[in-house]
């Protein structure tokens, strides 16, 4: 099961509305880049598995507006086999728990019909950047958690990640089932040819509203968010810029102005007294 | 009155990391007149950071022994932070905004209920004594302030949100220490460290809360010597972009950006850096951005406070050494 979203393009105009959530009908709408690196790692992995005589499928979720299953399709196009959409208004304003507790409805659902070993997901959304879900779903779930991988790898029944920490790299392995979050470094997502746009026309998405799923709607969307945005705004832009053409001596001239906005120390660090 | 708690994140070597007395002075703020206390999971010696503590109003630091557990595992963090929290009865909870303490904050969340905010940029009381924070979203472009509605506060600050100050009176006390070991539970460890290895430490600063960031892109070709000779005459950091890390040419944890570390210093000072969003979502929030780069069309230019188009292997020496200069003159 391979978890995505559906976000507005970062290369596109984005903006907050007046009740602090995310403009998210701007037409500019894509599955959240990074979690087609979730797609593919999933994709690789069943691809193994088939070769060695095993079944495996692979199952992209979403949860979000109409437009979201524009994310799932995508995913199909990516090799994904099935897709559930969870389209449900008392969804809309849910924070990372209110999401986690979607997904594993989900999860317990498709477990009915097939053992699900494996939830992969992205390392953050573009749109929020809080990488907070891998870990609340994890926890949700009861699974064992491998995050932020850069490499995974699946044998005997376990899956082993390298993840590389800002002070550390670490190895983490897990018996099955567990949760798998990828980070961008994890592989190179493919380019859907032809075949795959004509196939995916023909995969499965499963549209389920909450009543399907047996999720209280009072515990998801604005009702259950823990937070509230209590303002939004547009950063002002910066004043006073300078651009200027290098003639010789910009160097120089940018040295004296970082001396004067005192940007840099007038002496050189000696060593700092905390 | 509130207890704050704060995480005292510290290196295998025992060193605090920098960024942590920021913390301290945050929770003195929200506390309210009520005690900071300090989380320090593992088995360091924590006597040398106690006098510092003290000075930045640490009360009481909670020394949490693993055990054979390895701290590092997030899972084990979380479950040592649900524990200090039920300990110390604290409504708030503060740690650096890093990926490791997002999966923990994420974990206690679900267990006790919390509201999370991460990447503040501030945080304080308003009026009806909620917890409120500041950050900014979107790469950068708009800045919202969240309230957190439940009873326990988890706010994840990033470095250089706040200026660390020192208790002013009464003199600082040392702070009591007390040590407790943490049954960690089977689910924690489920997923298994095969093996850590650290980083090995560097002269430079930390990238994440240094005060002056100099970063190099696809237009060093390879060549980090001059980022390298500036960062280190204004005791910067160095940082790079995915291009220059995915080439090789320097370590990934010096990718600043979306996916990489976020950094808002003082000065950023980007040479050979075109402003792709991926990365200008990594350091939107810096306080003076300065951008080099031969390409007046390169959108770093938009969020520069001074640009110089022209080549950084003429410029960056000579800003170095026209530093060098000034200042010994």
Not at chain 1, 105 to 114: I, T, Y
Not at chain 1, 211 to 221: I, N
Request: proline share 5%.
């Amino acid at each position: 099961m391979v978890c995505v979203k559906h976000v507005p393009d970062i290369q596109s105009e984005r903006s907050l509305g007046p009740d602090g959530r995310l403009v998210r009908d701007g037409g500019d709408g894509t599955i959240n880049e990074l979690d087609e690196n979730a797609v593919e790692a999933a994709v690789v992995l069943a691809e193994q598995a088939r070769d060695a005589g095993e079944d495996a499928e692979v199952v992209v979720v979403t949860v979000g507006p109409d437009d979201a299953e524009d994310a799932v399709r995508r995913g199909l196009q990516l090799g994904a086999d099935a897709a559930v959409h969870v389209l449900d208004d008392a969804v809309a304003g849910s924070d990372v728990f209110g999401t986690a507790t979607v997904l594993a409805a989900v999860l317990r659902r498709l477990g009915e019909q097939a053992p699900v070993d494996l939830v992969v997901t992205g390392m953050a959304g573009l749109d929020g950047l809080t990488s907070l879900l891998p870990a609340a779903l994890a926890a949700t779930l009861d699974l064992p958690q491998l995050t932020l991988a850069a490499e995974v790898t699946l044998a005997d029944g376990a899956v082993t990640v390298r993840r590389d920490l800002d002070h550390a790299v670490e190895e983490l392995t897990a018996p099955l089932p567990a949760l798998v979050s990828v980070t961008d470094r994890a592989n190179e997502p493919r380019y859907p040819n032809f075949q795959g746009i004509m196939a995916a026309r023909k995969k499965p998405v499963e549209t389920l509203t909450l009543a399907d799923l047996g999720v209280d709607p009072a515990t998801v969307g604005t009702a259950g968010a823990r937070t509230e945005v209590l303002e939004a705004a547009p950063r002002p832009p910066r004043t006073d810029r300078v651009l200027v053409t290098d003639d010789g001596q910009a160097g120089a001239r940018l040295a004296a102005w970082l001396l004067e906005r005192d940007l840099v120390r007038t002496t050189p660090a000696t060593g700092e007294v905390l | 009155m509130a207890t704050v708690l704060v995480l005292l994140d510290h290196a295998e070597t025992g060193a605090l990391r920098g960024s942590v007395l920021e913390l301290a002075t945050a929770a003195r703020d929200l506390a309210d007149g009520g005690e900071v206390h300090g989380l320090w999971v593992g088995d360091e010696p924590v006597d040398p950071a106690l006098p510092v503590l003290g000075r930045h109003g640490v009360a009481v630091v909670h020394q949490v022994s693993t055990g054979a557990v390895d701290p590092h595992l997030t899972p084990v963090l979380a479950e040592a932070l649900a524990d200090a929290v039920r300990d110390t009865g604290a409504t708030v909870l503060l740690a650096l905004s890093t990926f490791e303490n997002k999966e923990a904050a994420a974990r206690l969340a679900v267990a006790t209920g919390a509201g999370v905010v991460t990447d503040a940029a501030a945080v304080e009381r308003d009026a009806e004594g909620r917890v409120v924070a500041a950050k900014t979203v979107l790469a950068g472009t708009w800045t919202t302030r969240c309230a957190v509605r439940t009873d326990l506060a988890v706010v994840l600050l990033k470095a250089g949100a706040v200026v660390s100050r020192h208790v002013e009176e009464p003199a600082p006390l040392v702070p009591e220490v007390r040590t407790r070991a943490l049954a960690v539970s089977e689910r924690a460890t489920r997923a298994a460290l095969v093996r850590r290895t650290a980083a090995a430490p560097s002269d430079r600063p930390d990238l994440s809360s240094a005060d002056v960031v100099v970063v190099g892109g696809r237009g060093t070709e390879g060549d980090f010597g001059p980022i390298e000779a500036l960062a280190d005459e204004v005791g910067g950091a160095v940082g790079s972009t995915r291009v220059a890390t995915d080439e090789g040419w320097i370590g990934h944890e010096t990718q600043i950006g979306q996916t990489g570390v976020t950094v808002s210093p003082r000065l950023y000072i980007g040479a050979g850096v075109s402003g792709a969003v991926h990365h200008r979502g990594g350091m939107q929030a810096s306080g003076t951005i300065v951008a080099v780069n031969p390409d007046p069309e390169a959108p770093i230019f938009e969020i520069a406070d001074y640009g110089i188009v022209g080549d950084l292997f003429t410029v960056l020496p000579q800003v170095t050494e026209e530093l060098r200069r000034l200042r010994q003159g």
